[in-house]
């Protein structure tokens, strides 16, 4: 929850209540003042422009949008108001444990809510064939519930469509940690190991000597028959 502390509208030097012109406008002229480039001999100042340019952009990539900025806003008055919940002036409420119980019991709701939309965002960006924009909303998603095994099965799914097998493995072994019985996660682990065969070339060849490419269901047949 740490992130939502931050005020992204200030790291931008905007108002909350900001068009989207203005944000964008906004941004623009703070990564034209901080962009690393601009420092190529000063190390130092490098360094420190790095920081600051990720954090205006971090505050551009979730205002700019309007959905992230719907769920950044909602976070951000949900913070708010158990903050006020909790203390009253430095004086401690009465039934301040029930309010906090109660606050974060809403605020589980809220981030579950969020990332399954962040879910079913990734899972249409996906079908479209655009996997960046897929990867950043199933991330979204992990964001805010680390531990759900759809999410990381997703960004599995969308790493291998990528090419990218070491971090597909590394989402699906975080699945298998989580729930060993998983099935997609284990559909998903046959998948990658058909296809880190078929790049090491040890696949069934044909005469010509080039790996011969099997159908997905075909492979998973070929490994739950093969004898150990």
């Known amino acids: 929850m740490q992130e939502f502390e931050e005020d992204y509208y200030a790291i931008l030097g905007v108002e909350p209540q900001a068009t989207l012109e203005e944000i964008r406008a906004a941004y623009i002229a703070l990564a034209k003042k901080l962009h690393p480039d601009r420092f190529p001999n000063e190390p130092e100042k490098k360094i420190q422009a790095q920081a600051e340019f990720a954090k205006v952009t971090r505050a551009h990539e979730v205002i700019a949008d309007v959905e992230r900025r719907a769920e950044y806003d909602a976070f951000r008055k949900l913070l708010k108001e158990r903050q006020a919940m909790v203390t009253v002036q ?6 301040t444990a029930e309010a906090q119980a109660q606050a974060a019991v809403l605020t589980e709701a809220t981030k579950l809510k969020w990332a399954e939309r962040h879910l079913a965002r990734a899972d249409e960006m996906f079908r479209k064939q655009k996997n960046h924009e897929a990867e950043t909303a199933v991330k979204e998603a992990l964001r805010l519930i680390p531990t759900d095994p759809r999410f ?12 990218w097998k070491t971090l597909a493995n590394t989402e699906i072994q975080t699945v298998l940690r989580l729930d060993p019985k998983n099935h997609d996660a284990k559909m998903l682990d046959m998948k990658l190991k058909s296809l880190t065969r078929q790049d ?7 005469p010509s000597g080039k790996t011969e490419k099997k ?6 047949k070929e490994m739950l028959t093969k004898k150990i």
Do not use: M
């Open 90 to 95: 430095g004086t401690p409420q009465v039934g």
């Open 152 to 163: 990381h099965n997703k960004l599995a799914e969308i790493y291998l469509a990528r090419g």
């Open 215 to 220: 159908g997905f269901l075909d492979q998973i």
């Open 200 to 206: 090491s070339g040890t696949g069934p060849k044909k």
